[in-house]
């Protein structure tokens, strides 16, 4: 009994708790739950989801979640990292790519609906078939 699965389901048992009533009572699946108690970890989500596991479980058997999560650690000092990949943190964008993204999204919001127009006559851009029938309707101030 010196594993940690093993004491958290003897303290289980001796408060005469079921294991399934415990799984409904917090959401944690049975199989996890079956699973922690025979140190099987495999499945077992990472982060900030063991831990709040670990606690919950805890707190549903009557034992201290503080005291629980220490000896988690201690039986398994890389549980509360395990599965969690190392990324690193996002680069900031650059001066150059920041205004290349304005450029290609202000035009629209300065010109509202006239940006159609504005291309045409200062890049000689046509828009074709319906839409250019539809730009020029909107443009009237009548409905495409």
Do not use: C
């Not at 707190?59 to 690193?88: K, N, Q, R």
């Amino acid at each position: 009994m010196n594993s940690f699965g093993a004491k958290l389901r003897h303290e289980r048992e001796r408060r005469q708790i079921a294991l399934r009533s415990i799984a409904e009572t917090t959401k944690i699946s049975f199989s996890l739950l079956d699973a922690l108690e025979r140190d099987d970890l495999s499945r077992w989500p990472s982060g900030i989801f063991r831990k709040s596991f670990i606690r919950s479980y805890a707190a549903s058997i009557g034992v201290d979640p503080d005291a629980a999560w220490s000896d988690f650690l201690e039986a398994f000092p890389e549980g509360a990292e395990a599965g969690m990949p190392f990324t690193e943190a996002p680069k900031p964008a650059s001066p150059k790519r920041v205004a290349i993204r304005l450029s290609v999204a202000w035009p629209p919001s300065l010109f509202g609906g006239r940006f159609a127009e504005w291309r045409k006559r200062w890049f000689g851009v046509q828009e074709s078939g319906y839409k250019a029938a539809a730009i020029a309707a909107i443009m009237r101030g009548e409905k495409p």
